[in-house]
């Protein structure tokens, strides 16, 4: 019944001008193929396909029929049945109408959940790319959406941890990487061969570039590597970055390019801007990429030999600030190891105190100590603590002094807060309490407060006389605490007074944290004692 239907339909529809069909045969059209599907008259659904008479036809109406195609190898176990569908689906991918079809496969991709997305990309990846392939009007903008369709499902999956849940690969994440480097393939190198760099060869440089920077950030961020010592080749989130990397090189963007003009106010590579909300993003990207070169030794052969230890942490310490304040163990632990990576190129009492007046060099320290106090894994307090170590070994001996100054202190008291209770007092300090407030954390706030408003005042005068500095071109300098900074260009002193604040408040964050716990401890204290 469901095959005289469509042939009715199809005898209809032969005598028409493509122009002519009207949106009633179209929905009669998937009904009938539908059924035909449903009730297993799999041959004759072929049969009617392939007559050339039909061609036109099958080209505008049978793309709906994907579908329930695609559905049909998802659930048949049947060998002989699925060898028809896919036949069936073949030929739909090579006769229906590219654009629509288009819509359909992703339609299709995005429609599953859990174990079922890897299937359906698994699935659907090659007749997605020769639909594109097919496309030669705005085909930047269909691989771009379908990169953008696939990765937004992949990133739903689990990323495995272990060596065993890697191996397992239980939700098909790491098979559908694989495919995925395997279907972007051909668009790399159609970027590649234009030796022209067409207005339309830009848009899919622009489309794939976005494709690496986020495929750095998921998988990549949080996906965990083989040991090197074992085969690199066994090890799939190896080979996908090695991949990732390669094709930022290929389509224009080598990562020394990249990464060493990452924040830099005027770059000289020009990545498609990100929208705000993607500029996290990008900075996770950046991480971890430095990650996958200076760690995992990807195509490290890359960077210039010429540079300095020193020179490296400075560049990496903005990326180990962006692992270290991130709360999945598996991402703030690549921190610690990009961190050890830097330190141990680096001779101890070597790293210049002037460093310190970077924020990243200030602030990862903290974290290190946020690591140290708060992390419930053991190994990573352990090495945290010892990167922190490792970390003050390598400063200089005013590096050392300033560190230790007043956060060190601001630290150990916020960690004696949290892990004595006032009514233990086993290490003394409630007892000692009214004269560490007295003191130490008020004399701090007023020091606080008064060096803040002098070095405002210092930035707003230097503001004031820029326009005059610029005309004359002279060097000025500034008299602080009784002291003149060394002759400078405006713009670095304003840098340095921005970085003198930034530790005021940087300090004054931990000092109102340590308030803060104070107060908290005391209130749970009175409540216990109420009770009791």
């Known amino acids: 019944m469901a095959v005289e239907e469509l042939q009715s339909i199809i005898k209809r529809c032969q005598i028409l001008e493509e122009q002519d069909f009207k949106e009633d045969d179209f929905g009669l059209f998937q009904l009938a193929g539908q059924r035909c599907i449903d009730e297993g008259h799999i041959d004759q659904l072929l049969e009617i396909i392939q007559n050339e008479k039909n061609k036109v036809i099958i080209k505008n109406m049978a793309w709906n029929l994907v579908g329930p195609v695609v559905r049909c190898l998802l659930w048949n176990n049947k060998e002989d049945d699925k060898r028809k569908y896919f036949l069936m689906l073949d030929l739909l991918i090579k006769l229906c109408n590219p654009k629509e079809l288009l819509l359909g496969l992703l339609e299709l991709i995005e429609e599953p959940s859990g174990k079922q997305i890897s299937q359906i990309i698994l699935l659907l990846l090659q007749p997605l790319q020769t639909v594109i392939q097919k496309l030669h009007n705005n085909k930047a ?51 590649i061969d234009d030796k022209e760099n067409s207005l339309e060869n830009e848009k899919l440089k622009d489309e794939l570039l976005k494709f690496c920077f986020k495929s750095l950030k998921c998988p990549l961020l949080t996906a965990q590597f083989l040991e090197q010592s074992e085969e690199a080749g066994n090890d799939p989130f190896r080979c996908f970055a090695s991949e990732i990397i390669a094709f930022l090189s290929a389509i224009g963007y080598p990562f020394p390019k990249m990464i060493f003009n990452h924040g830099r106010k005027k770059r000289t590579w020009d990545y498609l801007e990100f929208e705000e909300e993607e500029d996290k993003q990008l900075a996770d990207s950046m991480a971890s990429l430095a990650y996958l070169v200076f760690v995992q030794g990807i195509s490290i052969d890359q960077l210039p030999m010429v540079l300095s230890p020193s020179y490296l942490l400075q560049f990496n310490m903005g990326h180990i600030e962006v692992f270290l304040q991130r709360t999945e163990e598996s991402v703030f632990s690549k921190g610690l190891d990009l961190l050890e990576n830097g330190l141990l190129r680096i001779e101890d009492n070597s790293l210049l105190h002037q460093y310190l007046e970077i924020k990243s060099f200030l602030t990862v320290p903290q974290d290190l100590v946020k690591v140290m106090t708060l992390c419930p894994v053991e190994t990573l307090r352990k090495k945290s603590l010892a990167m922190l170590q490792l970390y003050i070994n390598k400063l200089d001996s005013q590096g050392k002094y300033t560190l230790f100054r007043i956060m060190a202190s601001l630290n150990l008291l916020r960690y004696l807060v949290i892990k ?25 706030h007023t020091g606080l407060n008064m060096s803040k408003a002098h070095y405002e005042a210092e930035i707003k005068n230097s503001q004031e006389n820029s326009q005059e500095v610029q005309k004359s071109k002279d060097l000025c300098s500034i008299t602080v605490g009784g002291e003149e900074i060394p002759n400078m260009p405006p713009e670095m002193q304003l840098k340095v007074l921005h970085s003198a604040l930034f530790t005021f408040d940087l300090i004054g964050s931990v000092l109102a944290r340590v308030e803060e716990l104070i107060e908290i401890k005391k209130s749970t204290s009175e409540e216990n004692t109420g009770i009791k």
């Open 141 to 191: 903008y269909s691989v771009g959406l379908a990169l953008s369709t696939i990765w937004s499902q992949l990133s739903l999956l689990p990323v495995p941890y272990s060596k065993e849940q890697i191996q397992t690969d239980n939700y098909g994440l790491c098979q559908c990487c694989k495919a995925l480097i395997e279907f972007t393939k051909p668009f790399v190198e159609e970027v």
């Open 420 to 444: 004595d209770n006032e009514n233990d007092n086993q290490t003394g300090l409630w007892t000692e309490l009214g004269k560490i407030e007295n003191n130490f954390l008020k004399p701090l």
